[in-house]
């Protein structure tokens, strides 16, 4: 079967009466698009190289080159546009995952911008709203059924007793974002952020670097595929535990830190070796069902003498309802249903 052609996305249009041969193109473009043989009069430029930096393009002194898109399309297809077509075949023809960081490439609506709080739902409206405080403040964990009071002597005493909560000022808190995969001093302003303002931040997979503990009671400690710096003082340290099943800025194919990445502090507060790849696997090894999952929960829960919810991650996926059912029934004091935006990691573009 012969190999399938893989079009350019961008095509380098050059000048030759206004390029003056100076190389510039050809010193600064990190990919090498562009080529120039010695005592050569012609700079060449491979088109399938360019990722349309616009790099080339803004540094060259006469303006003699211009980066436009391919015109060449694809069948009009609706369920198949050209975009998906073509990453479709790239990831075929090379092999590669196609990937993207830190947010979405997609068109998908930002919903932050469409939030609204309306506290009078939770609490009393404010007769005057001007002068009056608005509460907030929500409690995180899981609820009794019923509530059973005790009547002594003219007192009142809460005879129920209560799954441990997470008492958050306001309803706010910050997605885990890994120690690696962000600097130490990007931590370091989520764990001040969270404790002035009375919320709560999440260390992601990286484990928690030693000078952080004081912050622990903003703090939420996660407990994912790779286990890293998973020990007990680690769990003991933090407000709550989170068991990270699943993402949404990477769902389905795990983690990677590259070790050119993991330096002697990382590696110390991850536990591995310093130089070497952080490798989580897609799935927890020791988690295959809801069985399984129970057993960890409560594992987590013995580990802390019962004082901390345990509370479990996973991605927005078309049947999140009946897992997060059984996440529930397993015992999870609360659920964290990640959306695709956000996140330190990579995901899958297609």
């Given at each position: 079967m012969a190999k399938q052609v893989i079009l350019s996305e961008f095509i380098i249009e050059r000048d030759d009466k206004k390029?003056?041969?100076?190389?510039?193109?050809?010193?600064?473009?990190?990919?090498?698009?562009?080529?120039?043989?010695?005592?050569?009069?012609?700079?060449?430029?491979?088109?399938?190289?360019?990722?349309?930096?616009?790099?080339?393009?803004?540094?060259?002194?006469?303006?003699?080159?211009?980066?436009?898109?391919?015109?060449?399309?694809?069948?009009?297809?609706?369920?198949w546009g050209t975009q998906i077509m073509k990453d479709i075949t790239k990831q075929a023809e090379t092999g590669g995952m196609l990937l993207t960081g830190m947010?979405?490439?997609?068109?998908?609506?930002?919903?932050?911008?469409?939030?609204l709080l309306n506290a009078a739902q939770v609490t009393n409206p404010a007769i005057d709203p001007l002068r009056e405080p608005m509460e907030l403040r929500t409690y995180i964990g899981k609820k009794a059924d019923k509530i059973e009071l005790n009547y002594s002597k003219g007192k009142v005493k809460l005879k129920t007793i209560l799954s441990p909560q997470l008492k958050v000022e306001i309803p706010v808190l910050f997605s885990g974002m890994s120690y690696g995969s962000i600097s130490l001093n990007a931590?370091?302003?989520?764990?001040?952020?969270?404790?002035?303002?009375?919320?709560?931040?999440?260390?992601?997979?990286?484990?928690?670097?030693?000078?952080?503990?004081?912050?622990?009671?903003?703090?939420?400690?996660?407990?994912?595929?790779?286990?890293?710096?998973?020990?007990?003082?680690?769990?003991?340290?933090?407000?709550?535990?989170?068991?990270?099943?699943?993402?949404?800025?990477?769902?389905?194919?795990?983690?990677?830190?590259?070790?050119?990445?993991?330096?002697?502090?990382?590696?110390?507060?991850?536990?591995?070796?310093?130089?070497?790849?952080?490798l989580s696997p897609a799935p927890h090894h020791d988690v295959y069902s809801i069985e399984d999952l129970s057993q960890l929960i409560f594992s987590l829960k013995e580990a802390t003498r019962y004082k901390k919810p345990v509370g479990v991650k996973i991605s927005a996926v078309h049947n999140v309802a009946p897992i997060a059912s059984g996440i529930v029934r397993a015992g999870a004091d609360y659920i964290a249903i990640d959306g695709l935006r956000g996140g330190t990691g990579v995901r899958l573009r297609l």
């Open positions: 390029c003056i041969i100076c190389e510039v193109c050809v010193r600064m473009c990190s990919n090498s698009v562009h080529s120039c043989e010695t005592n050569s009069d012609v700079v060449l430029s491979d088109n399938k190289k360019c990722f349309g930096c616009h790099f080339c393009e803004a540094l060259c002194p006469t303006s003699a080159i211009t980066i436009k898109y391919n015109p060449s399309e694809y069948k009009p297809n609706a369920n947010g979405c490439d997609k068109s998908y609506p930002i919903y932050w911008d469409h939030i931590c370091k302003s989520l764990a001040r952020a969270a404790f002035k303002i009375g919320t709560f931040y999440n260390t992601g997979e990286g484990g928690l670097h030693k000078d952080f503990y004081k912050y622990g009671a903003n703090t939420i400690v996660q407990l994912a595929s790779g286990r890293f710096g998973v020990q007990p003082e680690y769990l003991s340290v933090g407000a709550a535990i989170e068991i990270k099943i699943g993402q949404g800025a990477k769902p389905g194919i795990g983690g990677h830190l590259p070790g050119e990445k993991v330096s002697e502090k990382i590696s110390e507060t991850r536990m591995i070796p310093a130089g070497t790849d952080a």
